[in-house]
């Protein structure tokens, strides 16, 4: 073929088959490339999730060490005031002694019928370890304490 200037024009024969072999290649290609975007996509939104999530649990540790550690501080207490019960109980002794009164009958034992003062709490649990155990240790020694502390109160009302 000629065109009007007297030029050959040039034709690019294709065939069927390879046109839609590289058709469907073209539309593999896209939808492979859509796949990775999404992918990525997906992969910088749970990196951003798992760093919040890990802010989350660090902050989490920090108050549960601290609650652990006021724990201890609060079975320190405990047993301080369990020595301060003892010794008023001693000194109410003594002022009995010297006053030559005896103890009200409601009144047998500051911690109970006959019973000795309850062990110090432990407060070294390792700051890694469930403070549970602890927890209610303090809690039954408080009672106990609460107890004390109404029979002392008696004892210091019929002095």
């Known amino acids: 073929m000629l ?9 690019i ?3 069927k088959v ?4 590289s058709l ?19 992969l910088t939104k749970a990196r951003h999730d798992s760093k919040t999530t890990q802010s989350k649990l660090s902050l989490q540790h920090e108050e549960i060490t601290h609650q652990r550690r006021q724990i201890q501080r609060f079975a320190n207490e405990m ?19 010297i006053t030559n009164s005896e103890s009200s009958p409601g009144q047998s ?11 110090d709490i432990d407060p070294h649990v390792p700051i890694t370890q469930s403070h ?6 303090i809690h039954s020694q408080l009672q106990q304490a609460n107890e004390a502390t109404a029979i002392q109160h ?4 019929s002095l």
């Open 109 to 119: 034992g500051l911690f109970g019928v006959g019973g000795s003062a309850p062990e």
């Open 13 to 15: 024969a294709i065939s």
């Open 18 to 21: 390879a046109l839609c072999g």
């Open 154 to 157: 008696q004892g210091f009302e």
């Open 79 to 97: 047993n301080r005031l369990k020595s301060s019960l003892l010794a008023l109980n001693r000194f109410e002794q003594k002022i009995r002694i």
């Open 24 to 42: 469907c290649v073209l539309a593999a290609g896209i939808a492979l490339m859509g796949a990775i975007i999404y992918d990525y996509g997906n």
């Open 3 to 11: 065109s009007e200037s007297s030029a050959a024009i040039k034709t």
């Open 132 to 137: 549970h155990p602890l927890m209610r240790e």
